[in-house]
């Protein structure tokens, strides 16, 4: 898997070309192609007769989930959630920790009225 295989990282990974100087981004971008690079792509049709394209998506789900609750981790320690999650910007080590340690019910929660805004940052 890559990142142009998933809309928000495709952004993300625009974003992180635009923002190379940043320790953040490119430690996050790191961390991310870490979880998507040893997971196949995507298969374009699913065959339920055979196992390896359901553990397949099984797999890309997992790198999808983990690397949106890393992003969001790294958008919200450099400032690119509107609005803000917090009157703070958090560091990104709490970040990630806080990210990572939500359920799924409480991760839509928390990012239901936000949104992440790399592209309209990176012209700035």
Partial sequence: MNFRDVPNLQKF????RQNSENEIIMDCYKRIR????PVP??????DFGHGAPV?????SCEAVEK?????????AATDNISPRLWDYLPDYD???DYFLDLN????MAV?????????????V
């Fill in 111 to 123: 990012t239901k009225e936000h949104r992440i805004t790399w592209e309209e940052t990176a012209s």
């Fill in 94 to 96: 709490s970040s990630i």
């Fill in 13 to 16: 990974e625009q974003h992180a």
């Fill in 104 to 107: 799924d019910l409480e991760l």
């Fill in 34 to 37: 870490e979880v998507i690079a």
């Fill in 55 to 59: 553990d397949g998506l099984r797999a």
């Fill in 41 to 46: 792509k995507p298969a374009t049709v699913l």
């Fill in 67 to 75: 690397s949106t609750r890393l992003l969001w981790a790294c958008a």
